[in-house]
């Protein structure tokens, strides 16, 4: 199966670089799966669990939002925050919680949707980890 050169960075750290042969990008704009030959694109995300398929097997990372750039032959992924799934707990959901409540709290009001917005992404991240978002 053809494969893409994989790269994942958030201002912490590089926290993968491998050849893939698929990549499940949660996008602001809805989720999409990058592969070998796909489109060239750029899109930003949206906090989510992102999944990287490789000849060792699937790996997931939390990501809170940035961007991916895809092209034919590789796929990356630069990350406002991100951790592997398996560093993520209860503590590091709630802390993503408080981080946009407050936000929330001073945010003009034409920014409270996408505020209310990531906060029911968290959620649901939250959520397909096995934890809750409180």
């Known amino acids: 199966m053809a494969t893409l050169q994989f790269d994942l960075v958030s201002p912490e750290r590089s ?12 996008g602001a704009e809805g989720d999409l799966t990058a592969m070998a030959d796909h489109a060239p694109l ?3 995300l949206r906090p989510g669990i992102l999944k990287v398929v490789s000849a060792e097997g699937t790996q997931e990372y ?4 940035g961007f991916a750039e895809i092209s034919g032959t590789a796929t990356s992924v630069l990350a406002e925050k991100a951790l592997p799934a398996s560093e993520v707990t209860q503590d590091v959901i709630d802390s993503l919680v408080a981080e946009v409540t407050a936000a929330q709290a001073t945010a003009a009001a034409d920014a409270q949707d996408g505020l209310a917005k990531q906060v029911a992404d968290i959620s ?3 959520s397909q980890l096995g934890l ?3």
Request: hydrophobic fraction near 55%.
């Open 15 to 26: 926290l993968a670089s491998f050849q893939a042969t698929e990549v499940q990008i949660p």
């Open 62 to 65: 939390l990501v809170t939002g």
């Open 124 to 126: 649901a991240m939250a």
């Open 132 to 134: 809750a978002a409180k």
């Open 42 to 44: 750029i899109t930003t």
